[in-house]
Structures are given as C-alpha cells and as structure tokens.
C-alpha cells in the first residue's frame, strides 16, 4: 500500500507543479486504489478532492466494491463529492447513485460513458437519465469515453430547466465498512457483534505464530467467528516485542482478502492505528482512545484524515470513574473533543467500560447505569467489551451471558464477544427477541 501511495505521490507532485484547483480520482476499480490516491493527496495539500468508482452491469467494480461501501468508506472523510464514472452507460446510473445517497451525505457526481465495444449511447440516452440521476442525489453531472462536447452541452441545458429536488436523505444509523460489506449501528434494530478472539492475550499458540510471522490461528479464528454470526471482527496484534505495525497490516491484508467482515483495529498504540488506517480498503473502527484530551484529540484526526469510526473509552490519565455519572462526564468530554477536531459525533462509539466482578462487585451496575445515560444524555452509541466481567472468576460463560443480556435491556449498540461461545449467541438472539428487535415470534 505505501507503494502505492509513493507512485500517487509522484502525480500529485506534477499536478500541483503544473498548478490545479481541484482533484478528480477517477475510473478507480478498487477502494484501496482510491484511497491509496486520496492519501497522497492528503499527505501533500488541502486542495478539494472527489472520487469516482466504475462498476459493472452488476453494480459491482471489478475488485467487487459495492456503491454502499464505497459511499461509506469515503463519506468519513473531507472529500467534496463522491459518485461514479465510466461504468455501463448512462441508464445504469441511477441504482447505482441511489445506493450511495443512501449511504453518505456528499453531493453525488455522475460522468458516464457513451458505450464501450459495441454499445454506443445517444444524447438522448443522457438528457433523458437526468431525472433520475437528480432524484438519486446527483448534483454534478458529465460525461466519460466516448462523450463530445454536445453532449455536456446538451445536458447543461436540460438542466437550466430543471429545479434541482431534495437531498436524498441518508439512512439513520452509524456506519462501519469493509469494501463490500456495510455494517449499520444504533439503527435501534439489534446489537452488532464484534468477536473478539483475534487477541494474541492469554493466547500461547497464536503469540508462538504471530512471531514468526505466522496468521493461521488468526485466519481460523475470523472464520470460526464469521460462521458464528460476527458481524465485525476486532484485531489485536498485541505481541509483546514484535513490530505490530507490520503485523497489523499483514493481518489486515490477509483477513480482507478472504473474507467481507468489517475490520476494529485493537490497540493503544496510535502508530499501529494509523498503520491500519492507510492499509484498509473501507471504514474501520478504531479500538479507542480515552478521555484524555491530548490522546482523543490525535486519534479523532486521524480518524478524520482516514474515514473511521471510533471507540471512546469513559476513562481518563486518572483512571475509571467509579460512578456511571463520572463516566458520562468523560463520554460528554469525548464528544466535545471529537466536535472540535471536525469528527462527526454520530462515529463515536463510547465504551461504558466493563470491569472484572472479582475487583469491585457494584461496578458492573455502574457500567449498566453509564450505558443508559450515555445514549440519553449524549445521544450516542455504545459498546462494552463484554468478556472482561467475568476474568478470574469461575463458571465464566453464565456471568457473561447474564451481563450481557443486562446491556442489551439498556439499549447496548455494539458487543465484544467470543460469537462462537453459545451461550453469547443465546443471549443475543433471546434478547432480539424479548426487545423486539427481531420480529419472528410475530410470524
Ligand atoms: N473494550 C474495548 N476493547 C476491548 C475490551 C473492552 N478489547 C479487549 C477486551 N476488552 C475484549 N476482548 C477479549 C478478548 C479475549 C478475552 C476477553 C476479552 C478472553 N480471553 C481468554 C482469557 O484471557 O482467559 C484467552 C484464553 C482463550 O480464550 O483461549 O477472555 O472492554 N473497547
């Protein structure tokens, strides 16, 4: 990746020699390649930036990005508009630009080709898609191959007529990505799963590995997590001694290759989060900072600069408030730091911190307090790593699935568990239930 960040670089460099007002990445097949290029133009100015995808007759790019995780991956970040290039000509462009307004709140653009082989499209077929085009969300209108002058000009003047229609609005909800999957949170339907079992903590086999630079256990672990239902998986490189970084990307490499689950890059180290960052083809969660001002303020930066959503633990340089409305002080905190650094609020995720029985028995209603404070007070989402309550305790899995169907009663957005633990799944499949989030007992 920071290959192809360089050879981007080297663009950017002329253009900006030459002189431009503007950026334009387009005919992009891949995410990755689109972020590769927007990095480098980051890395080197200010300048406005769009970005365009091509997609084929299935609405998909030839590296199978879909336009949801596309919009979602790029409306995270300060690019000025988003939309599609290229493609299959004009009448295929409105699906496609539908499902990214649904996704993101960037104005939409829309520069298709005239056919490619054998197909060949008229003016006609252009001025004629523009209703649909506005309707979708589109706001900046071209054309791509094969396109002449009389057809800008033929669409400039459908256009003076035409009065242009109310933003599409974005779908409610918090939203992560990997390049082909979205993951929606706090939509008030039920609570996303992130498995937590990529962590080399307590792990002899996987730290043995990791060390020789070996992913197996990491592979086997994301597939065992998938199969049971994760809809997100947290990486944890945490390998006393060993460069994280490289294994990070390695890690990242690897797992979206195989597989389509969104990604949460684990760990305190803000380098190792930023290594992520620059290697992932969507939108990541980052696993989290604290209320400590200066650390919160560097991690929603570069949460800006990437396109990520962030964990917010309620605690501080001074520790873990004993008290939910402690907590809720430095959630509040949180969101004002995220404000101030231009991070949309709606990405921060605040953790209520969940801390072991056997140390202080009343803090786990604490914690339940801080989950329902947190959402009406500040309106956002949460999560608990949900595991920690039961550490150094015997009988594990029943406190565990009792605390978590405690969190889930008080509206808790996100999990961190072991999915393949049944007793996790049970839980969260009773809970939707109970809580209505799932409707099959209607049927
Ligand atoms: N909040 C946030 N992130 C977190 C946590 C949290 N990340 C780490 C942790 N807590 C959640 N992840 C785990 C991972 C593993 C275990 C518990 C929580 C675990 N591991 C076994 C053990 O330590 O005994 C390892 C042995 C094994 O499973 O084989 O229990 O709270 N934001």
Known sequence: ?????????????????????????????????????????RDLCKLPVGVCLTFDANGRT?????????????????????????????????????????????????????????????????????????KSGARIFGGCCGTTPEYISALKKTLSRKVPLKKVRIKE????????????IGDGLRCAVIGERINPTNRKKMIEELKSLNFDSVLESARAQIKSGADILDVNMGVAGADQKALIKRSFNLLSGAFDMPLC????????????????GGKLLINSTTADLKKSTAIFKLAKRYGACVIGLAMD????????????????????????AGFNTKDLIIDALT?????????????????????????????LGVSNIS????????????????????????????????????????????????VSALE
């Open 391 to 438: 550490y150094g305790l015997p009988e594990r899995e029943n406190l565990n699935q009792m605390f978590l169907a405690m969190a889930l009663n008080s509206g808790l957005n996100l999990a961190i568990v072991n999915p393949s633990s049944d007793k996790m799944r049970s839980a969260l499949m009773s809970m939707g239930v109970i809580l209505g989030h799932d």
């Open 265 to 280: 890059a684990d760990s305190s180290d803000d380098s190792v989060i930023e290594a992520a960052l620059r290697n992932y």
């Open 1 to 41: 990746m920071e290959e192809l960040i360089s050879i981007f670089s080297e663009q950017v460099r002329i253009i900006l020699d030459e002189g431009t007002d503007i950026f334009v990445i387009e005919t992009m097949s891949d995410i990755r390649e689109a972020k590769a290029a927007y990095i480098a133009i």
């Open 173 to 184: 909800g918090t939203y992560l990505s990997s390049g082909s999957r979205v993951v929606t």
């Open 62 to 134: 030839l590296l199978n990005n879909t336009p949801e995780a596309f919009a979602v991956s790029f409306d995270a970040t300060d690019v000025s508009f988003i939309g599609v290039n290229c493609s299959v000509g004009p009448d295929s462009m409105g699906d496609i630009l539908r499902r990214m307004g649904e996704h993101s709140s960037k104005p939409l653009i829309v520069n298709p080709n005239a056919g490619v082989g054998d197909q060949h499209f008229c003016i006609k077929d252009f001025t004629g898609s523009l209703d649909e085009w506005i």
């Open 317 to 340: 340089e001074k520790g873990i408030p004993t008290k939910a409305e402690g907590r809720l002080k430095l959630a509040s905190r949180l969101k004002a730091s995220a404000k101030k």
């Open 355 to 383: 801390l072991s029985l056997s140390s202080n028995q009343k803090d786990a209603l604490e914690t339940i307090r801080t989950l329902e404070l947190v959402r009406k007070r500040l309106h956002l989402c949460t999560v």
